[in-house]
T-cell receptor, first 109, second 115 residues
Framework: DAKTTQPTSMDCAEGRAANLPCNHS???????VYWYRQIHSQGPQYIIH???NNETNEMASLIITEDRKSSTLILPHATLRDTAVYYC??????????FGTGTRLTVIP | DAGITQSPRHKVTETGTPVTLRCHQT?????MYWYRQDPGHGLRLIHY???????DKGEVSDGYSVSRSKTEDFLLTLESATSSQTSVYFC??????????????FGEGSWLTVV
């Protein structure tokens, strides 16, 4: 079962930052937080992951709270192509990823 | 994008027939996975492989078998397809780094309809 909690849906205006929250209060000290997204009819796409420190790559930034019980994925300038379901996952060290229902992000023109 | 190719991408088959889905990777990753995705259930792990000829069951393995004779290929077989196996099947690969760091990359999916 998914061990993370995310809002069911969010809207974001095109060009603005999209901030997607995730609670992972049961995460253990050595488990990573992963973010994926899935655009309709495509395979899940890896976005970013982190352990303790904030991370940034060409797609997004990941902000992890000091207690590691929550994180926020930031898409700095959302485009229409960022409309997707975003999944926050804790603990991919086991041979599995538990995808919950994710957050359906809709970027509005 | 990760070098993962799934075939066939779409297939319609009759109940009771055998079906094999193929996953081919060009990344030389050690781990390979088969997931299925259904409305209301999200992604669920069927089987995974941690090396050539080394495989293990996931949470929904009943009715499925797998084989991995080469690093680059991971086959998923439905010995006798049933309507409940109508689904989208995703192959995935990963190469574990230190500790619990394990970034998994997915293919584009195979749509299977069992009639």
């Amino acid at each position: 079962d998914a061990k993370t909690t995310q809002p069911t849906s969010m809207d974001c205006a095109e060009g603005r930052a999209a901030n997607l929250p995730c609670n992972h209060s049961t995460i253990s000290g050595n488990e990573y937080v992963y973010w994926y997204r899935q655009i309709h009819s495509q395979g899940p796409q890896y976005i970013i992951h982190g352990l303790k420190n904030n991370e940034t790559n060409e797609m997004a930034s990941l902000i992890i709270t000091e207690d590691r019980k929550s994180s926020t994925l930031i898409l700095p300038h959302a485009t229409l192509r960022d409309t997707a379901v975003y999944y926050c996952i804790d603990g991919a060290g086991a041979n599995n990823l538990f995808f919950g229902t994710g957050t359906r992000l809709t970027v509005i023109p | 994008d990760a070098g993962i190719t799934q075939s066939p991408r779409h297939k319609v088959t009759e109940t009771g027939t055998p079906v094999t889905l193929r996953c081919h990777q060009t990344e030389n990753h050690r781990y390979m996975y088969w997931y299925r995705q259904d409305p209301g259930h999200g992604l669920r792990l069927i089987h995974y492989s941690y090396g050539v000829k080394d495989t293990d069951k996931g949470e929904v393995s009943d009715g499925y078998s797998v084989s991995r004779s080469k690093t680059e290929d991971f086959l998923l077989t439905l010995e006798s397809a049933t309507s409940s196996q109508t689904s989208v099947y995703f192959c995935a690969i990963s190469e574990r780094a230190q500790g619990l760091e394990n970034t998994i990359y997915f293919g584009e999916g195979s749509w299977l309809t069992v009639v």
